[in-house]
Structure formats: structure tokens, C-alpha cells
């Protein structure tokens, strides 16, 4: 059963700000929303996190809407090496506790 | 602070043989967990342990999968007899325990190939 969904690729220019959305209707309430960075041959590497409204750190920006339904990854001015495929994660609450389950993420393709 | 550690990083067997893979989580982070992503296909959940415990072993996909994680630090996953469509990627992670904001940290997996 699918948590997230994020459209499948994304193709950008150098320079531009990059915006990804990513819907999770069934969040639940003690949920966060977690953006991952997977480079071929590495594993998922921690982007930003949030809970609700605007988080902003080095790399990216995260804006959350009040009903927490949706949420959207910004990269200001991409450079070559953004190309990467972006996963946006939420809980999975099942019988066993949390987990986390991943969608097909967004494959980024950044052009010179 | 050292990363999530995963050994070997690549792996060639043929099947029927068996292949033990090791995972090296964070100092301190209690969750462990494993997931798999096979050729084309999305990274799916394994398993989770809590210390020593299994909590979740849900998306084992059949009795030759085994994972341990005696005393709680680094676990182990074996694969006995592999078969070719356990072919993938293995990625471990991490995360401090009793924190809805505690992100996962992967390693950078073992690549299993199965001849």
C-alpha cells in the first residue's frame, strides 16, 4: 500500500530552483516528513525533515501546508551533481510499531 | 561519528551457496533495520529489530533469509540457499530509539549478485 507518491522524474537546468511534491494523504498525527538523497552505488543519504509549515536548512527547503496531505522539497539553484533520484518518507504504523516504506522516489536529471 | 557501515559491498555467489551479510549500525541507535531493492524494482522494508529484538520481520521474503543482532550492536543477514532472484542491493539503517523526528541513516549496502 503505497504511503507517498512523487512523480516518477523531474529534468532542470543548472542554476534553477527545483521544486518536488510529494503527497501522503494517511500521515498520521506523530508523523514526520523525511526527504532522502540516493546517489548510484550509495545508499539513501538524509536530506531535511519536517513536522509542519517551513523548514529550511544548508542544503534545502521544506514547506508543509497545515494539513500536512502533501509536502514540497526545494532545492534552490541546482548544480550537476543534484542529479539523484529524492525520496520523501513518512511512517508506516502497523501492528509492530513504526516503519518506514519507500516509493519509486523522483529521479532528478540536472542539464548543463 | 562514524556512519552506518555495511561489509562486504559487493558479493558474487553462485546458487545454492550461502552469503552473510554485515551490518555496522551508528553507536547508540537502538533501530536497525534492513531493506532490500532488487533490479527495477522500489527499495522494500526487510525487517527491524529493536536491540536484540526483532520487531518487525514482516517483509522477510521466505525461510532462507535470516537476520540476527546478538547483544543489541551490529546484525547480520544471511541468505542460505541463495537463489537468483535474491540478486539486489542490501541496505542497512539506523535511528536512536524513542523519537518520532529520529531519521534513518543508511549505509551504502552490499551489492549481492547470484550466479
Known amino acids: 500500500l503505497a504511503k507517498t507518491t512523487q512523480p516518477i522524474s523531474m529534468d532542470s537546468y543548472e542554476g534553477q530552483e527545483v521544486n518536488i511534491t510529494c503527497s501522503h494523504n494517511?500521515?498520521?498525527?506523530?508523523?514526520?516528513i523525511t526527504w532522502y538523497q540516493q546517489f548510484p552505488s550509495q545508499g539513501p543519504r538524509f536530506i531535511i525533515q519536517g513536522y509542519k509549515t517551513k523548514v529550511t536548512n544548508e542544503v534545502a527547503s521544506l514547506f508543509i501546508p497545515a494539513d500536512r496531505k502533501s509536502s514540497t522539497l526545494s532545492l534552490p539553484r541546482v548544480s550537476l551533481s543534484d542529479t539523484a533520484v529524492y525520496y520523501c518518507?513518512?511512517?508506516?504504523?502497523?501492528?509492530?510499531?513504526?516503519?518506514?516504506?519507500f516509493g519509486p522516489g523522483t529521479r532528478l536529471s540536472v542539464l548543463p | 561519528e562514524a556512519g552506518v557501515t555495511q561489509f562486504p559491498s559487493h558479493s558474487v555467489i553462485e546458487k545454492g551457496q550461502t552469503v552473510t551479510l554485515r551490518c555496522d549500525p551508528i553507536s547508540g541507535h537502538d533501530n536497525l533495520y534492513w531493506y532490500r531493492r532488487v533490479m527495477g524494482k522500489e527499495i522494500k522494508f526487510l525487517l527491524h529489530?529493536?536491540?536484540?529484538?526483532?520487531?518487525?520481520e514482516s517483509g522477510m521474503p521466505n525461510n532462507r533469509f535470516l537476520a540476527e543482532r546478538t547483544g543489541g550492536t551490529y546484525s547480520t543477514l544471511k541468505v542460505q540457499p541463495a537463489e537468483l532472484e535474491d540478486s539486489g542491493v542490501y541496505f542497512c539503517?539506523?535511528?536512536?530509539?524513542?523519537?518520532?523526528?529520529?531519521?534513518?541513516?543508511f549505509g551504502n549496502g552490499t551489492r549481492l549478485t547470484v550466479t
Open positions: 529489530f529493536v536491540k536484540e529484538s526483532k520487531q518487525d
Open positions: 539503517a539506523s535511528r536512536l530509539e524513542g523519537s518520532y523526528n529520529s531519521p534513518l541513516h
Open positions: 494517511n500521515i498520521a498525527t506523530n508523523d514526520y
Open positions: 518518507l513518512v511512517g508506516d504504523w502497523d501492528n509492530y510499531g513504526q516503519n518506514f516504506v
